[in-house]
DNA sequence: AGGCCGATCCTCT
DNA sequence: GAGGATCGGCCTA
């Protein structure tokens, strides 16, 4: 048998609730260094370092937030929004692609958060798998790492890219638990400490476009976003 | 029933 | 830096 544990298994471990159990904005902080991690139908996994991510604030805040999908109250695309923390809203976005949120707070209230950016992780095999689910060329992710920094942004730099990257659809995946140790989609931790993260506007919206609610790791590489915006 | 528009990405200039 | 693709969901009537 020559599965190795990069196939077989999710690196680190499953995160603890209640770090999610918080308003957005910490939540979002906390995600910043995670790993998430996806299994295949076949098996094999694709993992990522989260290195980007924006909050969204539920309808309950003053001002509320009027970026957010909760911002009109619970409808059938959001509905996971106002669940419990932890669980994964993915929807579609201009007909083709999708984005991931991870749900945060107490059920009853909507906050979340966007994930906007991964750092690729995992073997070349994983690595060619995620360019392949991208619809890249896999001849430069087929020997692995050290990966260059363009191809890596080109695999997960980007809140679609990195739906793409993983598979990752709202038929499959929209309302799994990702704190549920059986879930395909998992959020993990394994030790990376990150540094105080760059605090800046949200990108790509229109309503509330100057609230500090996106956070990023300095000098990530695979932070999405205009040069002045990347750290 | 119909219209509008987006938490994006890619291509081309 | 600008424009098009493409369609589900939400709002108005």
New binding site residues.
Partial sequence: MSSSADSSSFPGRIVRRALLLDAPERAATRLLGMILARRAEDGTIQTGRIVEV?A?LGPHNTPPDP????F?GP????RVLFGPAGHA?V???????F?M?VSCEPEGRAG?V?L?ALEPLGTAESLARMATH??LNIEPYANGYPLADQAAR?LTS?????CQALGLT?AAHNGLDLLDPDSPLQLREDGFTPAEPLVTP??????AADWPLRFALRGQRCV?GPARLRG
């Fill in positions: 924006e969204y970026a957010a999908h909760s009109r409808t059938g695309r959001n809203y929807y579609s976005i201009y007909g083709r692609y984005c949120n979340c966007l906007r991208r619809g080109a980007g809140p679609s890219r990195l709202r949200r990108i790509g919206i229109r309503q999405s």
